[in-house]
């Protein structure tokens, strides 16, 4: 009846109770909606974000690379003289390696703390190898420090 299906909520089922629209729902089978999304190449000037991200990790294990020899330099001149390196350009390479070095500090500590290992040993084990020289300057800084006052 078309009172029926009016109460019914316009399903078109023939009962308007609760009792038989609860029964025709339950038999009642319906496809599921397919989808279709259309894939978009990238064009040869875009680049993956992933490979960006890897182009980056690679250019901060480089300046890492450069800092930790700035650093250990700078705190074999702290101990001798009391003062770190000395001119403009050596001074401003001495504060860029230190923050380096606290990103490259914070970042192990970071990862340890998020997934219970530190950075990856990386090729020939060189980034572990910057990793536990980092963690020596670090306490050569603090102790430098201490020894300097």
Known sequence: SAAGVKAAGG?????????GLRCSLERRRVAPKVVRRTQVKA???????????????????????VALPVVAWSEVVTLQTGEGLQGAFLGGLEGVSY???LGFVGKSIALKVR??????AG???LIGAMEGLAYLEV???VVSQVLHK
Do not use: C, D, H, I
């Open 11 to 19: 399903l078109g089922l023939a009962s308007a109770t609760p009792r």
């Open 43 to 65: 064009t040869e000037s875009s680049e993956e974000p992933g490979e960006s991200r890897k182009v980056l990790k690679n250019v901060f294990y480089g300046a890492s690379a």
């Open 99 to 101: 923050l380096v070095l």
């Open 115 to 120: 997934t219970g290992t530190g950075l990856p």
């Open 123 to 125: 090729p020939y084990g």
């Open 139 to 141: 306490v050569g800084f």
